[in-house]
Nanobody
């Protein structure tokens, strides 16, 4: 059974930092491209960042480029998202997602196969 579990969310002030983690089990982590999505209340889920299975291909949305850094540890089956200089508009539920490599989740925007339950980030001004 595949499990995707996010952690690290919380409430911070604008300008502060948070690091999200995503622990994955039940699949061969290095065979999967990974992504972070977020969903603001009442809005569509958007892809924030994506990293290929071997970390050679990384993408960021324009809204977080230069402030967020995605990384992964294939030995520990963990995905990270370091978020710096947080803004109130970054407040959202953040989701970790996994897609079998080669299916285009990073390059073509195809939908991931596995999702976590999300971790809440609240940024106050």
């Amino acid at each position: 059974q595949v499990q995707v579990v996010e952690s690290g969310g919380g409430s911070v002030q604008a300008g502060e930092s948070l690091e999200l983690s995503c622990t994955v089990s039940g699949l061969t982590f290095r065979d999967y491209d990974m992504a972070w999505f977020r969903q603001h209340h009442g809005q569509e889920r958007e892809k924030v960042s994506c990293i290929s299975w071997g970390s050679s291909y990384i993408t960021y949305s324009d809204s977080v480029k230069g402030r967020f850094t995605i990384s992964r540890d294939n030995a520990k089956n963990i995905l990270y998202l370091a978020m710096n200089n947080l803004k109130p508009e970054d407040s959202a539920m953040y989701y970790c997602a996994a897609a079998k490599k080669g299916r285009g989740v990073c390059t073509q925007g195809t939908s991931p196969q596995y999702w976590g339950q999300g971790t809440q980030v609240i940024v106050s001004s």
